[in-house]
Nanobody, 124 residues
Framework: QVQLVESGGGLVQPGGSLRLSCAAS????????IGWFRQAPGKEREGVSCISSSDGTYYADSVKGRFTISRDNAKNTVYLQMNSLKPEDTAVYYC??????????????????WGQGTQVTVSS
């Protein structure tokens, strides 16, 4: 069955870095776009970044220049490198498979399978 498992979250000081991983199984990662989303307490889930099957990348304005998404199809894993972290980046981060297959979107409704999430806390 399709599974996505996030890891790499934790507590980091402002200005610090974290790398999140999304391990995929049950489908061929090469053929799918994958997105990273986040949800802060009391807020709606929002798109952060996504990568298409052809390695096209997209970022929310709030993370451009600080976050980098990448994929390693041989390892069935998508990564999110997060630098210059800010307290407002605090949230549960989720990865999700794009419903269209080859494309990717920052729209929550356009993802069909989701991981369980990993907590990222940015605080001094």
């Amino acid at each position: 069955q399709v599974q996505l498992v996030e890891s790499g979250g934790g507590l980091v000081q402002p200005g610090g870095s974290l790398r999140l991983s999304c391990a995929a199984s049950g489908f061929t990662l090469d053929y799918y776009g994958i997105g990273w989303f986040r949800q802060a307490p009391g807020k709606e889930r929002e798109g952060v970044s996504c990568i298409s099957s052809s390695d096209g990348t997209y970022y929310a304005d709030s993370v451009k220049g600080r976050f980098t998404i990448s994929r390693d199809n041989a390892k069935n894993t998508v990564y999110l490198q997060m630098n210059s972290l800010k307290p407002e980046d605090t949230a549960v981060y989720y990865c999700a498979r794009d419903i269209s297959g080859i494309g990717c979107s920052l729209e929550v409704s356009l993802s069909d399978y989701w991981g369980q999430g990993t907590q990222v806390t940015v605080s001094s």
